[in-house]
Each structure stands twice: as structure tokens, then as C-alpha cells.
């Protein structure tokens, strides 16, 4: 059903369901190395039932050489750091400092692309990039001038930030050869391997302390890993990564707002600046990329 829908219906939706992660995970008392694992563990049975219970529709897989192995291992190594750095840092700041480091990812994956994958963004998406980069400037330097204990939060998140990068740019590369779920079943089983490691040397134990905490791990893997990541594999299929990737600005500025509503945090005022510039970027983009897309559609009917 979902190859039905408009993609980039099914790429906003992706980022409606990521933006709740951070205000989730704030609520969440478990330990942040187990959040992670969990979170991908039980992300791993959704995406293992759905391929599974459409067993009989499987297409052949095609046949990976050494640079896909190599760029899956990557890949899934990076989403378990990715996890792991990315929960932590909301032990030591806010939901604002937690996302705004997410600012940085669309320029990062642009680099990656291009270095990688010769591609290019278009002339007119600079624009955006370059207003959404002036607001993370903004709130970063803000951010941490407020308190060393916030800027270690943002060194944290910022380290994630770029374990998903390499992830986001690697899944470009495989998700022609791999279906979207059982790519992510391979990238969620390394990086849970990857999270078992620190579980296993600190004796973390597996137990989740309270059913709340539960209720809270299973919607970070099904809504968030699970749907949210899938709906952002999926568009990689018709968009670029960079795109993508700018598109997933969304998802700091949706956290903000939830933050906001559910746990009554109040953005600093330099934080709230950059909101505002991240926010025109977001919009800007959004509307260049549906106009490039309605063109497209114009383009195939013609032809």
C-alpha cells in the first residue's frame, strides 16, 4: 500500500513520526545504552514479521559485492553508534540541544553525496541550506555558551549526527539492490551487535525497569525506527539524498514544538532565532521540492 502513496507524503510522515523520538526518549528513565538497543531490537521484529508475513511476494535479492558488504557494515555499524550517541545526549541537555545538531546534517550528507555519488543539489537549494545553516550556527553557539553541561550534550548529539549521515548515505547505495525491509534487517542486526558489546562489558543487565519505560521503548522502535526510517529508506528511491536529508530538517523542529507542548521546555532565545530560520529553510524546501516533483509527474504524462 505504501508504494502507492505519494512520496513525499510518505517522506513528511517519516519525519512526523522521528520528530517524537526526542521528547520520548526525555521521558524515558532507562539507561541510555539499553534505549538504543531496544529501540532497535524491537524496531528489528517489526521489520522481521512484515517480511516474513509477505514471505511469498519476495522478489530475488540481488547478489552483493564487496563494496556493498563493506557499505553495509558501515552502514549498520554507524546506525548503532548513531543510536547509542544520539540518546545519550539528551542525559545532558534538552530536547532543543539534543536536535538542533540535526541542522548540520543535510550540508554533511550533501558533502558525502558528492564525494560519493557525484550528485548535486540544484542551484535554488542553496537558498534554504544556506538560511537553515545561519540558524544552526545561531543556536549551537547559544547553546553552549548557557552551560558546559549542554555543550557536552551537543558534542554528543553532533557525533550522531554524523553516525547517520554515513548511514543515510550508505542505505542510497544498497536500497536498489535490497528491498527497504530486509535492508533494514541486516543494518538493525550489526548495530545491534554493535550496542550488545558495551551492554555485555558494563554487565547493563537486559531487564527494562518499568512498564512505562517499556511502552516508551517499543514506540521509539515501531513508530520511529520502524515506520519513521522506512518512509525515509523509501524516499531515498525517488530522491536525492541531500533531499532527503534537508527534508529531515523537519524533524528538530517538530521535537522542538512537542517538547514544548508535553514536557513544557522553553527554548532559549538564541535557540528560538535559529527555530525561526531553521523553520523558513524547512518550509522553503519543502515547497521547491514539491514543485520539482508535481513538474516531473507533468513531464511523464506528456511523454
Known amino acids: 500500500m505504501i508504494k502507492k502513496l505519494n512520496s513525499l507524503f510518505v517522506l513528511l510522515a517519516g519525519i512526523v513520526l522521528l ?44 547478489l552483493l559485492n564487496r563494496t556493498d558488504l563493506l557499505v ?49 543539489m540544484s542551484k535554488i537549494m542553496l537558498i534554504p541550506l544556506a538560511i537553515t545553516s545561519i540558524g544552526i550556527v545561531i543556536m549551537g553557539i547559544g547553546d553552549f555558551n548557557t552551560s558546559t553541561h549542554l555543550g557536552v550534550g551537543d558534542l554528543y548529539s553532533s557525533l550522531g549526527i554524523v553516525m547517520i549521515c554515513f548511514y543515510l548515505v550508505g542505505v542510497k547505495r544498497l536500497i536498489v539492490k535490497i528491498s527497504p525491509i530486509l535492508l533494514n534487517i541486516f543494518l538493525y542486526i550489526i548495530a545491534m551487535c554493535v550496542l550488545l558489546i558495551p551492554i555485555l562489558i558494563n554487565n547493563k543487565g537486559f531487564l527494562i525497569g518499568t512498564t512505562r519505560d517499556f511502552l516508551y521503548i517499543l514506540w521509539l522502535g515501531g513508530a520511529c525506527s520502524f515506520l519513521g526510517y522506512l518512509a525515509v529508506n523509501l524516499s531515498l528511491i525517488r530522491f536525492k539524498a541531500p533531499e532527503v536529508s534537508f527534508a529531515i530538517v523537519g ?37 521547491v521540492l514539491r514543485h520539482k516533483y508535481q513538474q516531473n509527474n507533468f513531464k511523464r504524462v506528456v511523454q
Request: aromatic share 20%; hydrophobic share 60%; net charge positive.
Open 251 to 287: 524533524e528538530p523542529i517538530l521535537s522542538i514544538i512537542w517538547a514544548w507542548l508535553f514536557l513544557g521546555e522553553i527554548m532559549s532565545q538564541n535557540q528560538l532565532i535559529g527555530f525561526i530560520f531553521g523553520l523558513i529553510g524547512f518550509i522553503i524546501f519543502i515547497l
Open 72 to 120: 553495509l557494515l558501515i552502514s549498520g555499524i554507524s546506525l548503532g553508534l548513531h543510536f547509542f550517541l544520539w540518546i545519550r545526549a539528551f542525559t545532558y541537555t534538552t530536547v532543543a540541544g539534543g536536535v538542533i545538531p540535526i541542522l548540520i546534517q543535510p550540508v554533511l550528507v550533501s558533502f558525502l553525496s558528492i564525494l560519493f555519488y557525484k550528485e548535486a
Open 19 to 62: 520528530s517524537s523520538a526526542g521528547p520520548v526518549i526525555k521521558l524515558c528513565g532507562e539507561d541510555p545504552i539499553k534505549i538504543a538497543f531496544y529501540r532497535l531490537f524491537f524496531g528489528f521484529l517489526f521489520f522481521l514479521f512484515f517480511y516474513l508475513k509477505d514471505r511469498h511476494k519476495r522478489e530475488n535479492v540481488v
